[in-house]
């Protein structure tokens, strides 16, 4: 089935009190290294502004993350927060990490749009056509993927998928049990939802 976007207004806000687009947030809050996928279709009456946005590494509100969204004109921007209402008075600046334009879609066309994070690298395409790639991002991040537009109007999502990216998906071994005289190191801890013995508390 398809899903599509049916908050009609401003709903009453929680954190954000209305700045920001509405969202679907999937998956669970350690998720790092991914591709994420979907099809989507503008609806005819939507502003040529209108975008369709798909993210990895979200928050909950969509303040944090890595948000790829595609307007009805092709433009396309890479950022990392998910995007500002249309409607809203002020656009606020957002970190912006890669911009462009792709031309616009046919009338009623679905487009294919897809992200993938791995570690601190993005890579974006639409229909199969490359965006960005190599992009630099944070590699500190972890979040959910998350589908959403910046206004309220019906897009259409189908063939979502998410898929493992990357080589940070087996499992770490714990450290050993330290003792007196041990030298102490760091390292990163472990993404993608998997545990490891010495780093949990």
């Known amino acids: 089935g398809v899903m599509t976007q049916m908050v009609p207004e401003l709903p009453i806000g929680w954190t954000d ?14 998720w790092q290294d991914l591709t994420v ?18 993210a ?3 928050d909950q509100m969509w303040g944090h993350g890595i948000v790829l969204c ?7 921007n890479l950022t990392t927060s998910g995007p500002y209402l249309i409607s809203h008075a002020s656009q606020p600046t957002v970190e912006t990490l890669a911009v462009g334009h792709t031309g616009p879609a046919a ?11 791995i570690d601190n690298i993005a890579t ?10 190599g992009t630099s991002i944070r590699n500190t991040d972890t979040g959910f993927v ?12 189908d063939n979502f998928k998410v898929s493992e990216s990357g080589s940070k998906w087996t499992p770490k071994l714990a450290c050993a049990a330290a003792k007196a005289g041990d030298i102490l190191s760091v390292r990163n801890c472990t993404t ?10």
């Open 146 to 157: 998350a589908i959403g537009t910046n206004g309220w109007f019906g897009v259409q999502y």
């Open 124 to 133: 974006g395409a639409l229909d199969g056509r490359p965006l960005f790639s």
């Open 56 to 58: 990895t590494r979200s």
């Open 192 to 201: 993608n939802g998997l545990a490891s013995d010495d780093q949990m508390f």
């Open 17 to 30: 009190h209305g700045s920001r687009g509405p969202v679907t947030v999937l998956g669970m809050r350690e």
């Open 107 to 117: 009338v009623n066309s679905w487009r294919h749009v897809s992200l993938t994070t």
């Open 37 to 54: 996928e979907i099809d989507f279709l503008m609806p005819a009456d939507a502003p040529t502004t209108a975008a369709a946005c798909l």
């Open 70 to 76: 595609v307007d009805g004109t092709g433009a396309f």
